[in-house]
């Protein structure tokens, strides 16, 4: 009994197939590798290694978003997707607002 | 008033659960973002305590990190196999992805119990306290996914793929990759960040 009547769309795995996940897993292995190694053999230091491993870290969000739960490929109006960037948009000024004050903060109340 | 009572199609409850669970995904997002920055800001109040350096094993990291992607796809590949209409494929997949689940979780239990041996307690210090935080609320996700997928598991056991079975097990996969996404920033930020000295 396959099932029927869900809405023809591929997001969230609607039609994801097995090539789909099995190509999503393998590139999140390989960037979450080449990540550990760059840690672990201290290729790399510094502003250098946080740019690497923090660039690697969105790339297999990315990967994951795209092979696993198909985010960008809604037929019709995207609600999913412009969900996702309105979240991103709160997130960020969440994260870069409370990282810029606790520094801002404690610049200020340096002992003299 | 008399009001007529709302009925919705198959199709229009499958996409509004799903659209529901995605925006609850997404809160859940932003909760783990106030997590990871409280992280940031305190990983270097060690006190007296360790530092980052001191207790991070990257292996221990990287396995579990394996283990998670791993959860994932099986979790992934049980809503295939029931979207095909295979219940024993399911819920064969479906176990895995539990079993699985089980190792991480409890990966992540003997970490904390092996720091606590030391006496390193999330009482010991503002990094350490901000540590157990973002690990523990991941872990606790981990137990509810867990339990979700048990349950599941049995629903699917005796009344098999229906339409609620299947919309719940494509929720549910979502979950575990949602996870899988939160452990990428999770060994990103405070393991490889904190072994590699940032």
Known sequence: MKVRNIPHQPLFGGHTSTASYALGFVLSLLLTMIAFFLVGKKI??????????????VLQVMVQLRYYLNLGKEVGPKWNFWAFFFMLALLLIIVVG???IMASLNYRMMAM | MGEQPIVYTQSERYSRTLFGFWLYLLTDCLMFAAFFATYVVLRNGTHDGPTAQDIFRLWHAFGVTVLLLAASLFAGLSRVEAFRGKKMGTMLQLMITIVIGCWFLSATFFESAHLLEKGYSWQTSAFLSAFFTVIWVHSLHILAAIIWSLVLLSQLFFRGITEHTFRRLTILAMFWQFLSILWVFTFTIVYLMGIGGL
């Open chain 1, 44 to 57: 790399l230091s510094g502003t250098a290694l946080g740019v690497a491993i923090f660039g690697l870290a």
């Open chain 1, 98 to 100: 409370s990282l810029f």
